[in-house]
């Protein structure tokens, strides 16, 4: 087989030899570079204890085990001699084998289910077990609910001994093409066909995938006609290792509610060649396109967005109505993916809010404005921040669009606006926040601490970092009062959980 050439940023970062470069024995620099570093770990207990060696690898093989839990990717736990593995496609409750491989670490594979979960259920995805994405397809819709209630219980546990109030978690009637914003990303298979799809999972190689069971039925067919235009065109899709081609990824959001549609085609280059062609062939095939954005993103990055763009078609931005309200959204702006849950968490989280019309409300994490339009009706005032100059964009032109009059938006981090609104000593009655996976920061969550609203209602799409924010809180003088997971993406393994803090 032909030897794969390293990626640009492999090689940039010397990780390969380049042709006609001499040998030199790699653990030179490996020496090199453990120079000046500790080569010792030390004991949590002092000198003298020695910390044990990392567990050594099984012994490579087939081996039979039972699944206890899922982990928070949706992993199967067994235990093997005493060590624990996270196996893909397995259950809790099941007995299973296990090809178990790796030479310095194991790794378990599925060979076989000996005893099956009752909630075991056939994947509707024919690239389940390469994508990655939809982790728990092969788990029924009700046994999905039920781990995701579980994974929030396990990681709440010390606030629900603690008596907050735990609540059933909220799921979806259809949970099945339920994504209002579609990704394909493109390449050549071996053929030399251009292929959409995905990248599977912890690679850059892509797989086709023509119908994807939580992505817009709309948005596939759009994908597959650009396969067919960028042929007609002869544009080819971006290598990133002989970096020929043009276009990386297609990103099409819709309106579930107005019918609009954007398409961001994402380019490694600006310059398109028969860029107008292309655009008329797209909007031919489907009238139903509103706008065409081209982004261009030139870097080596997992990123899919780069930062120039051109409006190629229409006004380059979107509206969709979530709880009675109009939203603007443009191509760089967070916007939620499922919606039929978002007006579902939104409700939730405002009713946990408990506003009578008369507080001053801040919605940290802001984005596009949702939450703090739709809060507005029941509040004083309330305070959006958003890190990302775009979506405050659309957040102001959102407000006007509404009409609302006691909004206002600031662009800036929520952490450094919530320090500098902590020393100049003003007052807030109820702090909505609702961060990216990454979670909050110990500036914010500080500074809340300080200005110490009545209520801290906190959204979240990752309950594992909320966890760690809610110890900061808590030590700060909040205690949860209640718990509300919400199932915002089914068929995978991410839980949305909302938090009522007070003091
Ligand atoms: N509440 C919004 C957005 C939630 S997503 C909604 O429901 O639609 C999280 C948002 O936090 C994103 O818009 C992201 O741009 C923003 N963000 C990320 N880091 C930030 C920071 N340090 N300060 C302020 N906003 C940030």
Redesign the pocket.
């Known amino acids: 087989m032909a030897k794969k050439k390293p990626l640009k940023k492999d090689r940039l970062a010397g990780n390969h030899r380049l042709p006609g470069e001499r040998n030199q024995p790699f653990y030179v620099q490996a020496q090199q570079k453990k120079k000046g570093q500790p080569q010792k770990k030390k004991h949590p207990f002092g000198d003298g204890w020695e910390l044990a060696d990392q567990e050594e690898a099984l012994p490579e093989g087939e081996y039979s085990a039972e699944c206890s839990y899922l982990d928070e990717e949706g992993r199967g736990i067994i235990r093997i001699q005493g060590q624990k593995l996270a196996v893909d496609g397995v259950l809790p409750g099941e007995l299973v084998t296990v090809a178990v491989s790796g030479r310095r670490r194991s790794h378990a594979k599925l060979v076989r289910v000996q005893k099956a979960s009752p909630d075991r259920v056939s994947p509707k995805c024919p690239v389940f077990y390469l994508c990655g994405g939809c982790r728990l397809q092969h788990l029924s819709y009700d046994g999905q609910l039920m781990q995701k209630q579980r994974q929030v219980e396990r990681l709440m546990k010390e606030h629900l001994d603690a008596g907050a109030k735990f609540y059933q978690i909220l799921g979806m009637q259809d949970p099945w093409r339920y994504r209002n914003k579609s990704h394909a990303t493109f390449s050549l298979n071996a053929k030399r066909q251009i292929i959409a799809g995905i990248y599977e999972e912890n690679s850059h190689r892509v797989v086709a995938v023509d119908h994807c069971a939580i992505q817009d039925e709309k948005a596939d067919e759009i994908v597959r006609s650009i396969r067919q235009i960028m042929k007609e065109c002869k544009l080819m899709p971006y290598d990133e290792d002989s970096e020929n081609g043009l276009l990386r990824h297609v990103l099409i959001r819709r309106g579930f509610q107005s019918g609009q549609i954007m398409v961001v085609l994402v380019t490694a280059s600006m310059v398109f060649p028969a860029r107008s062609r292309f655009v008329s062939l797209l909007r031919e095939k489907h009238p139903e396109i509103t706008t065409i954005v081209m982004n261009c993103n030139p870097r080596h990055t997992s990123m899919v967005l780069g930062e120039q763009e051109r409006v190629l078609y229409g006004k380059g931005w979107i509206e969709d109505t979530l709880c009675g309200k109009t939203f603007r959204i443009s191509s760089k702006s967070?916007?939620?993916v499922n919606p039929v849950q978002t007006e579902v968490l939104y409700t939730r989280a405002l009713q946990m809010a408990g506003l009578s019309g008369r507080e001053k409300v801040l919605d940290?994490?802001?984005?596009?404005g949702?939450?703090s339009l739709i809060a507005a009706d029941k509040a004083k005032e309330v305070i959006g921040?958003?890190?990302?100059r775009d979506?405050v964009h659309d957040a102001i032109d959102n407000a006007k669009r509404n009409g609302v009059k006691n909004v206002r938006f600031y662009c800036?981090?929520?952490?450094r606006f919530m320090t500098e609104m902590a020393a100049r000593e003003e007052t807030v009655d109820v702090v909505l926040m609702?961060?990216?996976r990454s979670g909050s920061d110990e500036a914010f969550l500080q500074s809340v601490c300080r200005l110490k609203p009545k209520k801290v209602v906190y959204i979240s799409c990752n309950p594992q970092t909320q966890k760690r924010d809610l110890k900061v809180l808590c030590a700060g003088g909040y205690q949860v009062k209640e718990i509300q997971p919400v199932d915002m993406f089914p068929q995978t393994a991410h839980c949305e959980n909302i938090c009522l803090l007070e003091r």
């Open positions: 967070f916007y939620q940290a994490y802001c984005g596009i949702t939450i921040v958003e890190l990302n979506a800036d981090d929520a952490g609702d961060p990216p």
